[in-house]
């Protein structure tokens, strides 16, 4: 009797609260499919994609992330790697079905949905030769010699493959040296670019996009000196003054590329986050003074659009801050940043990378080496070490995909190019941290790095909150569900091109002879250099990986 009577109070509590409930209007809450990707640092999620079924709702304790829907960031161009000569290389020996495979992980949208790449113009230390697209030996100020027949080679080829998955990655370009006969000494791989011939160098830089346009490929953005205040001598480099830059963007790249009809936009700087001085070094604590020195002088305008930061020393989020607090309408990429054998963290060094970038201001990250060989090359000098987004085998005709792609992968399948950042607040735990985007189809996200131990997180969007548990040491793409929407932001206007005529001389046109795969003259011994170490006062926040990760 005891038993009944419970149960019938139990009853009728029951009907008195859904009385209530339906007196007061309230609509009983259902759980809602939400889109989740997730990689780990174990290796036991790969931008694996599933629909998780979630109770809207707070959890008690749990960190929060908060995404303002309405306040909206920067746009955002994407994410990438360096298409190099020996990423090309090696790509272009597999077979063609395990070549299409590898690309098609890499830059289809629903799979790692890779947008921006970057070119060398000329060697890099990830190159099979030495040498630049002018190597005369003698001066040659008409560029008589000039060809782009290396990149013919393998770099062009595979790039039109990728086009071909992808017909929208974004392009920019960098030059390790100019020439050797362009410097002081006339050396490829260290010393200065002769003042005499700075018009020379900007009409090679100028003649390297229109030879690329005449094989159907647009050089979107450029670099005028990969790391400009470093001085090496295994690898080609050249050093490069704030002023000399200015200068020569200023008066001969800029006229240039408005009299062929270009639309290329230059970034400054290309270096570190830190105050880098020759022969490369961070020096004190502060960040980076160079890309004030350009784009605050009177050189500083068209084309110059933004800046340029490598990951190798100082602090990400100090030097984004401080370049937009002072250039709110330029862009900010990560161009540069390597994972290798000397990481610690690899999987957290890259997703801090690409959330701290997302969060601070950055319009696109760009990691280094597309793809490299098991022993991290070829190349010719510089860094030993290095791995690649993919490593190939080219001996067995194999791929695999390393801990960066999980990454990159995990950012851009709700962040492709096009979306936009979104104000985002993270509180709770220093475990935590997010940044939130917009879609170009206007639907928001937060992408999550959780570096503790699998907990709760509750991610909100205005005020839907969802408790959705993230695994240890894991990066989530959290989507909203179907009918939440977002604002995107606008992009900056850029600063224009001059509309008046110019008497300055354009480049020559390289004509477009036809691409083929061949098998290199050379064999290439690998380095045994290892990257520069950091700043011990401004150490570097690495990037970089284990080589046995794969995914």
Not at 142 to 165: C, N
Request: glycine share 8%; with cysteine.
């Amino acid at each position: 009797m005891h038993r009944t009577r419970i149960a019938c109070l139990t009853v009728v509590v029951t009907m008195l609260l859904v009385l209530l409930g339906a007196s007061s209007g309230a609509a009983p809450i259902v759980p809602v499919d939400v889109d989740v990707v997730t990689s780990a640092a174990d290796g036991s999620a790969h931008a694996t994609a599933q629909i998780r079924s979630i109770t809207p709702g707070t959890t008690p304790d749990a960190p929060l992330v908060q995404v303002a829907t309405d306040q909206p960031r920067q746009r955002l161009r994407g994410v990438g790697a360096a298409l190099t000569e020996s990423s090309a290389y090696v790509i272009a020996q597999l077979p063609t079905a395990q070549r299409h495979a590898l690309l098609e992980n890499l830059f289809a949208a629903d799979k790692g949905g890779l947008s921006v790449l970057r070119l060398a113009i000329g060697s890099s230390d990830f190159s099979l030769a030495v040498n630049s697209l002018d190597d005369s030996t003698t001066p040659d100020p008409t560029l008589s010699k000039f060809s782009i027949a290396r990149d013919e080679r393998w770099v062009i080829p595979v790039l039109h493959e990728i086009l071909a998955i992808n017909p929208h990655i974004t392009l920019i370009a960098s030059p390790w040296s100019a020439p050797a006969w362009m410097k002081t000494p006339e050396n490829f791989l260290y010393g200065l670019l002769d003042t005499q011939y700075e018009n020379a160098f900007a009409r090679y830089l100028v003649a390297y996009v229109q030879a690329f346009r005449a094989e159907g490929i647009t050089i979107d953005w450029l670099t005028v000196q990969n790391e400009p205040a470093s001085f090496q001598t295994s690898m080609p480099s050249m050093l490069m003054s704030a002023e000399q830059q200015g200068r020569l963007v200023h008066d001969d790249l800029g006229p240039l590329l408005a009299a062929a009809g270009l639309t290329t936009r230059v970034l400054t700087w290309h270096h570190t986050w830190c105050n880098a001085q020759p022969p490369g070094g961070c020096v004190g604590t502060g960040t980076a003074t160079f890309p004030s020195a350009v784009l605050g002088s009177p050189d500083g305008g068209y084309p110059f659009a933004g800046t340029a930061f490598h990951c190798y020393g100082g602090d990400q989020v100090a030097a984004d801050d401080a370049t937009h607090a002072s250039w709110p309408n330029l862009e900010i990429w990560q161009t540069e940043c390597s994972g290798g054998t000397w990481q610690n963290d690899p999987f957290g060094d890259a997703a801090r990378l690409v959330v701290n970038g997302l969060a601070n201001w950055e319009n696109a990250t760009i990691l280094w080496n597309l793809a490299l060989d098991p022993n991290g090359g070829p190349h010719t000098g510089g860094c030993n070490g290095c791995r690649g987004v993919a490593t190939v085998d080219t001996g067995a005709g194999t791929w695999s995909l390393n801990v960066d792609f999980d990454v990159l992968a995990t950012e851009s399948r709700f962040a492709p190019s096009g979306s936009g950042a979104l104000v985002t607040t993270t509180s709770g735990s220093p475990e935590v941290r997010a940044a939130g985007v917009c879609s170009p189809d206007g639907r928001p996200a937060a992408i999550v790095f959780n570096s503790g131990a699998a907990r709760t997180v509750t991610v909100s969007f205005d005020n839907l909150a969802l408790p959705v548990v993230i695994g240890a040491r894991s990066l989530v793409a959290v989507r909203a569900p179907v009918g939440t929407s977002c604002s995107l932001g606008v992009w900056a206007a850029l600063p224009a091109a001059p509309t008046t005529s110019t008497t300055t001389t354009a480049a020559p046109t390289t004509p477009p002879p036809t691409a083929t795969m061949v098998t290199p003259a050379t064999t290439v011994t690998p380095a045994t250099t290892s990257p520069p170490p950091s700043s011990d006062v401004a150490p570097a926040t690495a990037v970089l990986a284990t080589p046995t990760y794969t995914g």
